[in-house]
């Protein structure tokens, strides 16, 4: 059985959304070249996943669900295994949509000049509702290093109608005279912080200078507890496993000691509200 997702594990340019669809497409497509799923080996491939993305919520929450419905069965009957798949998108394929609903009745976005910062599939949906209201804020978007994958958002963005412009976050003072608001995605939320990508927490401090109001536009999916997930499992969540050296040096170095990560929390209380499909808070 050849390892499904090498293609996503190289992937570090996109969200959990985005991630999790990826994976989704690629047991479907596992699906259509079986006539039945070896559970054993299919369980094995997906604990290296989720070890590799540790802190993606939607992913967890996705393949915890999968692992039950595979249960103790040696082997599974496709039409069953893509049904289940199928079955799951279906029940979430609106709460993005809701979510940024939710957001748009309680916060004023026309004419809104909105910073935004990496790349996430909430905040496409998002401004795909923008456009399909005729609503136009101007984005203000972040390179997002160090894999700049905030270039990706700002050409999706510009891609349905939006004028946008580039910056990188480390200059955000610069631009804070004409910017109105921020609006971040999250990979995890829990009772007091939630977790980003980096950049996010100095990003929200320069705001809060600045006296200008911080949205986080997730979904009840990304919600975690510790007494629920259990401690070690929790802990889990905030592990990250450390990103390729050479994204942070031009030129290989042997003697000096390179530390690339993507994610850090951000405290809850230096956000202004936080939306979900069905609530706010």
Do not use: C
């Not at 497409?25 to 559970?39: D, P, Q, V």
């Not at 996943?49 to 999968?66: Q, R």
């Not at 009957?77 to 993005?96: G, L, W």
């Not at 003072?173 to 971040?184: E, H, P, R, T």
């Amino acid at each position: 059985m050849d390892y499904l997702f090498d293609k996503i594990l190289k992937d570090n340019f996109s969200g959990s959304g985005k991630i999790l669809l990826q994976v989704q497409e690629a047991l479907l497509a596992y699906g259509r070249s079986k006539k039945k799923i070896n559970t054993e080996k299919l369980l094995r491939q997906l604990d290296v996943l989720e070890d590799h993305f540790p802190h993606f919520a939607l992913l967890f929450h996705f393949l915890h669900a999968l692992r039950r419905f595979l249960g103790k069965e040696i082997f599974t009957d496709i039409a069953s295994f893509t049904t289940f798949i199928r079955q799951y998108q279906t029940f979430y394929e609106h709460v993005q949509q809701k979510a940024a609903e939710n957001l748009l009745r309680h916060v004023p976005l026309s004419g809104k000049n909105i910073l935004l910062h990496s790349n996430s599939s909430a905040i496409h949906r998002l401004f795909g509702v923008l456009a399909a209201k005729n609503i136009s804020p101007v984005v203000w978007q972040t390179v997002s290093s160090p894999a700049n994958e905030g270039w990706k958002q700002a050409e999706t963005l510009k891609g349905f109608g939006f004028e946008v412009h580039v910056f990188h976050e480390d200059a955000v003072s610069k631009f804070m005279d004409g910017i109105d608001l921020a609006v971040f995605g999250a990979d995890l939320l829990w009772e007091e912080s939630f977790l980003n990508k980096v950049g996010t927490l100095p990003i929200t401090l320069v705001f809060r200078h600045f006296n200008k109001p911080v949205y986080v536009l997730a979904e009840s999916r990304k919600q975690i507890s510790p007494t629920k997930t259990g401690r070690r499992r929790f802990q889990l969540f905030l592990k990250e496993n450390a990103k390729p050296p050479g994204e942070l040096s031009l030129t290989p170095q042997t003697d000096i000691a390179i530390h690339n990560y993507y994610f850090e929390t951000i405290p809850l209380d230096l956000v202004t509200q936080v939306f979900l499909e069905e609530r706010s808070f």
